[in-house]
């Protein structure tokens, strides 16, 4: 069966400060994947998602990349983390079957002071 | 553009009662469409999903819904709530590009 990995689950980082998350898929091969950041327990933003190794699309311009070294890890990174930045970030999967829902990973909760 | 509006923020039903979490959609084509569910600090779960075939889709842990083109809704039911039920709530639609677009999501409080 598929997992998702992430992490860390928590992180405390100060302004200026660079940013590295990590999201693993397990038991699939070619998955598309997705970063989403989800602020104040609501509504969900779509923030970069991958079709291969080293295809990224942003969704929204902003402090934060996205890179893809491997078939399943998609990494989400800041040189300079902002107070904004703070948020649960999400990583998701999707197969590259006819399977059109995604799976997510349990998330990490970012704070930055 | 495709879309989904879910109008209420927070649903508050009895245990034991039925239960429904609204969700409309405004899709070019035919829509794909979802339900999610998202426990405090955890990931959202996948519950069910109309993509074609019959109108009502049964899902996990009881819930189902049912697609109405008419009046373009996706509303999650459950004929008998419990107290476990309490989350949130999201309903996608599927877009062109292999994306997902997510309602605002609604707060489901289940009372003993």
């Known amino acids: 069966s598929q997992t998702i990995h992430q992490w860390p689950a928590t992180l405390v980082q100060p302004v200026g400060s660079p940013l590295s998350l990590e999201c693993t898929v397990e038991g699939t091969s070619n998955p598309n994947l997705y970063w989403y950041r989800q602020a104040a327990g609501r509504g969900l933003q779509l923030l970069f998602y991958s079709v291969g190794i080293g295809q990224i699309s942003s969704e929204v311009p902003q402090n934060l990349s996205a890179s893809r070294p491997q078939d399943r890890q998609f990494i989400l990174s800041s040189k300079k983390l902002l107070l904004s930045d703070s948020g649960f970030y999400l990583c998701a999967w999707r197969g590259p079957s006819a399977s059109y829902e995604q799976y997510f990973g349990p998330g990490t909760r970012l704070t930055v002071t | 553009a495709q879309s989904v509006a879910q109008p209420e923020d927070q649903v508050n039903v009895a245990e034991g009662n039925p239960l429904t979490v609204k969700c409309t959609y405004s899709v070019s084509g035919n829509p794909y469409l979802f339900w999610y569910v998202q426990y405090p600090n955890r990931g959202l779960q996948f519950l069910l999903k109309y993509i074609t075939g019959d109108n009502l889709v049964k899902g996990s842990y009881g819930f189902e819904a049912e697609f109405n083109k008419s009046q373009t809704s996706f509303h999650l039911k459950k004929p008998s709530a419990l107290v476990s039920d309490s989350a949130l709530y999201f309903c996608?639609?599927?877009?062109?590009?292999?994306?997902?677009?997510f309602g605002t999501g609604t707060r489901l409080l289940v009372s003993p």
């Open positions: 996608a639609v599927n877009t062109r590009f292999q994306k997902l677009v």
